[in-house]
């Protein structure tokens, strides 16, 4: 069972609902719906959009983690539904790069912005993919935790960089950083 810090700030708040008609879907469903909701808030590229996008941003990561937890408490764990979380996650975290891409054109990345938005979307869903085909084969998790914290909590640190302004570095080194991830995962895949 993973005992990253979200899933056990996840338990209390799950437990009461144990025993309901809440199933783990449902919040996957809303992750879906609370993550795309935050990239079109972001790509808005305003101060009320980045605030918004943020909050919502948080909810999402939240919910990614919750679904899990959920299935794992109750015992509600299913091949669809790990299929259905892990698609909803995938295009979700690239689908943030974009919406960010967008909202930041009229920062100082100017015309970069939108194409490294794309670029880091595009490397996000390559990575997904590739982690996943390679830990299939039974390969070792591709990216581990550490401390307590696995590699998707750190999109919790989106919410705070978007109120503070922060998200154009974060977009240029996503931009040059997950193309080259991607590709070297990729060459991992077609040399399995």
């Known amino acids: ?12 708040v799950l437990r009461p609902l144990m025993g309901t008609s809440l199933r783990p879907n449902h919040l996957t469903s809303l992750r879906l719906l609370t993550g795309v909701a935050a990239c079109v808030a972001l790509g808005a590229g305003t101060q009320a959009g980045m605030w918004w996008g943020g909050g919502l941003w948080l909810l999402s990561a939240f919910l990614d983690r919750a679904d899990g937890e959920l299935a794992r408490l109750g015992n509600m764990m299913s091949p669809g539904g ?17 919406g960010i891409g967008f909202g930041l054109h009229h920062s100082w990345l100017g ?6 938005g794309l670029i880091s ?37 989106m919410a705070p960089l978007a109120w503070l302004g922060w998200l154009s570095p974060i977009l240029l080194a996503a931009g040059v950083v997950m193309p080259a991830v991607a590709l070297v995962l990729g060459l991992r895949v077609l040399r399995r």
């Open 82 to 98: 790990h299929r259905f979380d892990y698609l909803a996650d995938i295009w979700v975290n690239a689908c943030f790069f974009v």
């Open 121 to 157: 979307g595009a490397a996000m869903l390559g990575i997904s993919l590739c982690s996943e085909w390679l830990e299939a084969d039974g390969g070792p998790q591709v990216l581990g935790s550490a401390w307590g914290f696995d590699p998707d909590d750190a999109f919790y640190l």
């Open 111 to 116: 015309g970069w912005a939108i194409p490294l």
């Open 1 to 12: 069972m993973d005992a990253s810090w979200t899933h056990l700030l996840a338990r209390p």
